[in-house]
């Protein structure tokens, strides 16, 4: 679990492919690796992974073939920019809200504006996912836990303040970007719990 607060920016170190998946090598040194351990997950770009190895500065990770396919990790090349958060632990400030670090869809940066000392983000999204989107609700923009300003039928807006420029990669992103979205869990419990009633109500 985590809290969609970037703690630091790693660097792709490497990328080395293995019968259909990927071991990645992400340089890290302002995350405080000293406390992470084998087996412990740090999410990247708000996917979740497990970490396989350590060095002084870096981290490795193995990367699925259906995680390459279905987040951004698959568009990562040596030198990219990379959101790093490790996992949730108890007593830990949750200043977010709850990330699972399982992607729910790649969406798509779709325009760019400046507002005062900000910049206004439009992301499209898979129609599927719409429906988890609701205006002053949260969602997850890799790895990065935003409040949704408005919705449209496949769009929502995110206001991106200069702290959060200035502390995740959010801040190179141009229109046509890729990005990844985990909707807000509550949406997705909310949306069972009314199914479930709807088919167990008598007729």
Known sequence: MFTGIVQTIGEVDSITAQDGDAQIQIAAPGLGLETVAIG??????????????????AFLADVSNETLS???????????????????TAGQPLGGHYVTG???????????????RSIRMQI?????????????????????????????????????????????VLNRYTVGTRVNI??????????????????????
Request: glycine share 6%.
């Open 40 to 57: 412990d997950s740090i999410a990247v770009n708000g996917c979740c992974l497990t970490v396989t190895r350590l060095t002084e500065n």
């Open 124 to 168: 499209e999204v898979p129609q599927p996912l719409a429906k988890y989107i609701a205006r002053k609700g949260s969602v997850t923009v890799d790895g990065v836990s935003l409040t949704v300003n408005e919705v449209g039928p496949t769009t929502f807006e995110v206001n991106l303040i200069p702290h959060t420029l200035d502390v995740t």
């Open 102 to 116: 399982h992607v729910d869809g790649v969406a798509t940066v779709k325009q760019l504006e400046s507002a005062a």
């Open 182 to 203: 985990e909707v807000d869990i509550l949406a997705r419990y909310m949306e069972r719990l009314l199914t479930a009633s709807q088919v167990s109500a008598p007729a």
């Open 70 to 88: 279905v987040t951004t990790l698959g568009d990562l090349n040596v030198g990219t920019l990379v959101n790093l958060e490790k996992a949730l």
